[in-house]
């Protein structure tokens, strides 16, 4: 940490700011410069909140020099986490791993051809909302319960795994019994009491980045979960706020190589709400895998213009298949390869 | 609403959009252009969700007319919204009601330090977090119900009415017996579990806007609390996530008049959240006031050098009183009056 | 400037940090840390660009802690610039200066009638497009130098001082024979070649902020003209990009305290081009006075509704009067007055 | 164009507004609905500034269903613009191309190392910037026309083209002599004398994205160019301004299949700028040819850590090479190619 002091600070300003952190039990070294000094804190460990030294006379501001996180940073781990799964499937290592499913769980009929459709085509895992997060109360908010046995018995059928979004914590008691990975949405991800819950929990966990949340706040809620002893965390990229209605979220690809430097959590996009309509969710999909990401989440629907919810971003079953050969090449140019269905026993 | 047609749509795709309006039970209305087509919907009540068509072929673009919320909306209620507290105290009227008190409740000692220097100078809720949400795990997180009660203890003794965050619906449970305001904070807005208890509390609700919320979506959160029978929603402005790290949050003031324009709900600002820093909140509490801000939420801590959270964004207690004698005289300005401590019996 | 070395940097790549900085003429100090090291540098006089050091091997990021300008900033002129005009009128002092009238000149009927109005109600400074920078080419463009000349009529019949926009260096030189204030527009902000034209006239310069340029660009911005002469700047915050299209631009009242903290120089504020909607031009024109605006340029049409451009944001005089009665009172609420017209001679 | 009514407007203000819009010689057409009326425009060519209906008494909201730009949009031209060069180069077509090159020319031994280095890797264009744009005016601004010299005689060693900024009208005189495409970087995005003057020029123009545009105010900027009578636009995305600090610009590749949606003009990325570290150059390039642009634009320098601008986002020549075989691989992916260079005669 470096605490900056304004150019015309005095000496005592400089003396009470070395005292203050001192007070605190840390090692404070003094850096005089021409225009200004500095005071450098020697010692702080990251777990010392030293925000009160801005506020004392003299500062100009006070500069985090070491990341707010830990657990979660390559440097504390400097190898890649890979998250194992039954029938060998792994996510975080050189395979690209595609989870695939409509929004929303409407019926057993709908998600079974959803299913079966994007396993032909090459997804490993089926998704699919049993509980929906609805900016309107008046919107569809999923089947609950009804929609996690559909997921299910989908699963049963198809060999897929399956991921699913909890809301909050009794969700999780839920799902935990239902779903391979337990999803947080992007309007949960500073829900600590969720993330308690899903840091006791033994299934892995998709984290998807808030709209407006910045890949520090981001790797700092799953920490969160790290902290309550869950390893298995999958990032995920979704979108975020931008200016220009006309590209809807804006998908931030950039963060991926960013996580991949500072974290050594695997981390996925989401091409199909980060781009708001099937045109581009395509494009950008490929574009997901080009830039390393260790997976991609895409909306597919059987019937796309039936859809309840989301439909305007959902491939149809050939929009899907002719994605993953794409993808497939891609990978492959950057020494990667996009992981195949199991066997169904 | 209203389907707009691609330049070179065919008259079968017009006929298939206005085929699937006739489908949902509403009527379709031909505007025929010189450069387009588009379809116009009649009848809509505005719970339909008509966002299907936009996948049809032919279709460029789907325009909602009607706004996504109901209740909320001063078309469905032109009056202001007036909530009375005991003793005469109103949000939503005429006065200007000002909000106080530290970040955090640290100590009993600090709490009622607090609440007696912003009684002093005029204000008429105590503020205090017992339940801190926090970006990282290893912050200070709160007292939890100590700070409860200690809270209690200060509305004793100084009369000050108490508002304090609800993280999650077991906090609600406990919250509403000891608050006169449940606040929703930033990061919960669109925590859909936390709206729905909270929209079952007889207690007045205080909803902040979430860092990327529009206003629309601020309303449609408090859509949420309407139908579920609350109809007593403060709304907060607390700045919103901008690209210019030198002003931290944006603190959002416009949108208190375009929430006065579109809804009957009161509307308050809080300048300390939305600046962070000491200096800007003194001139951005006036602006909020002589922008037709309903009340302010300021923090204050009695020596915020010592704080153990936002320490430099919390006034002294003689900055507080200042602040309160400006924004005495811009109320005036404009035709209100900042509400006034009742007597302590 | 501080250089954050990785966790796990070797000695040999910090050495080679300390190389670089020295062969730069700089002295570098040593800081090392429990979790990583990092080396400051000492006597940066702030014109020294020291990027490379970032793409040396070990370096984590680094920070610069010295501002990039120089001229503009407070600490290097600690008292406020008043730029002073015949008649008395002076901007950056105690005084609120009023700049009021049409988007555009269209007709002499309607900037006399503009003038004669926003005069009637207080305002000193008339301002009117003669150049128009339009985002379409085929939207109304001005009058061009036939709008100069009516601009000086009006000056001549009221008394009023004149600011109006130049879009290129030889606007200059047609616009500093015909106005009292040569205004850059926010799209002009780093448009470098005006800039140092503007910067070598002897009249003063009202800067825009740019729709998404940062506080310190706007100042770097500022720093141009100051470095070619030109120390009469006033600057001016009119709203940036944002996410919600509900409040187009978003009014960043809290630039008006940071700058006024960062830089000798005036700002005012531009409620109509911020918030876009006259419902919205009245409650912020407000609050930038209680933010402590040394001015306000307001958009004022004699007949709104028929305005060739940005008719929906401009007040009919009436509000204007209104206006500028609640301004004087908030202006007095914060201890300053808005300046008077001048006697006409 | 759709003029919506507010839910309690009266007949005589929808009368109002059906008037107002016969006086515009345009013809309206009711659409009453259950919560409110609106009032549809027929036969608006899009030429028409219709805002001023948005002031009328009882009006909600204007909405434009007519895009405002007209030449550029591919519903005005469906086949996509080819852009050919001499030696059979084409931008726009099956081609991928991809211009590399140093952000300034610093030197002639620096500007043909680079040129040789890029021309061996594949690339097809040199990029350098000979008068650079540069936020502090304390920052090195380039060698100007010697400059231009230097790279002219790059061209003449290795058959590359040449593509470099100009920042003024001025600047355009003096580039079209030397350059292949003159360069409109994204601070001129709308510099409107600036692309005017670019407009009459006979050489194709590359127009990179302001950091705070729209797609749709990109391409009015490409209609300032097309209306002046130059067809051979190339469009270029170049990074916007986001939140996070930590991805710097915010590359926004959703751009590229909206703009080919939306338009019939080539578009290219730039992942330097756009992302600001070579850690992400690489994974960003291969991101923006996999979501389909029309090529790159990349920096590259044959000593990076001793670049006097933008080191630290320069690759390094082999890291460059090993990108274009990436690439290659990549076009392949999705039914392209990668342009190769032509025999130096």
Not at 15 to 36: D, N, S, W, Y
Not at 178 to 195: F, K, T
Request: aromatic share 4%; proline share 6%.
């Amino acid at each position: 940490m470096l605490v900056v002091m304004e150019r015309n600070a005095t000496a005592s300003e400089i003396r009470r700011v070395v005292a203050a952190i001192e007070e605190m039990g840390l090692e404070a070294r003094l850096l005089p410069g021409k225009q200004r000094s500095a005071v450098g804190i020697v010692g702080n460990d990251g777990s010392v909140d030293a925000s009160p030294l801005s506020g004392l006379p003299g500062v100009l501001e006070v500069i985090h020099v070491t990341q707010p996180y830990k657990q979660v940073s390559r440097e504390w781990k400097p190898d890649g986490t890979v998250i194992r799964f039954p029938g060998g499937l792994a996510i975080g290592g050189d395979d690209v791993v595609v989870m695939a499913g409509p929004c929303a769980v409407e019926s057993e009929a709908q998600i079974l051809a959803a299913a079966r459709a994007v396993r032909d085509a090459g997804a490993v895992f089926l998704r699919g909302g049993a509980f929906k997060p609805r900016t309107s109360p008046y919107s569809f908010q999923g089947l609950g319960k009804k929609g996690l046995e559909l997921l299910a018995k989908a699963r049963e059928e198809t060999g897929l795994l399956v991921v699913t979004e909890a809301l909050d914590p009794a969700g999780v008691d839920l799902i935990e019994r239902y779903a391979d990975v337990i999803q947080i949405g992007a309007r949960s991800m500073q829900n600590y009491s969720l993330l308690k819950r899903a840091g006791q929990t033994r299934k892995p966990v998709l984290l998807k980045r808030g709209m407006a949340a910045t890949v520090t706040e981001l790797l700092l809620s799953a920490e969160y979960l790290l902290a309550e002893g869950n390893p298995d965390i999958i990032l995920c990229e979704r979108g975020v706020r931008g200016f220009d209605a006309g590209t809807r979220y804006l998908l931030d690809l950039t963060a991926i190589p960013l996580v991949h430097r500072l974290s050594h959590l695997p981390i996925i996009a989401d091409p199909s709400h980060g781009t708001g309509h099937r045109d581009r969710v395509t494009p950008m999909a490929r574009a997901a895998v080009a830039a390393g990401a260790d997976g991609l989440m895409v909306e597919v629907h059987p019937t796309p213009e039936r859809a309840l919810s989301d439909g305007v971003q959902s491939l149809a079953p050939e929009q899907f298949a002719a994605l993953m050969k794409e993808c497939r090449m891609i990978a492959e140019a950057i020494g990667r390869r996009v992981a195949e269905p199991a066997e169904v026993p």
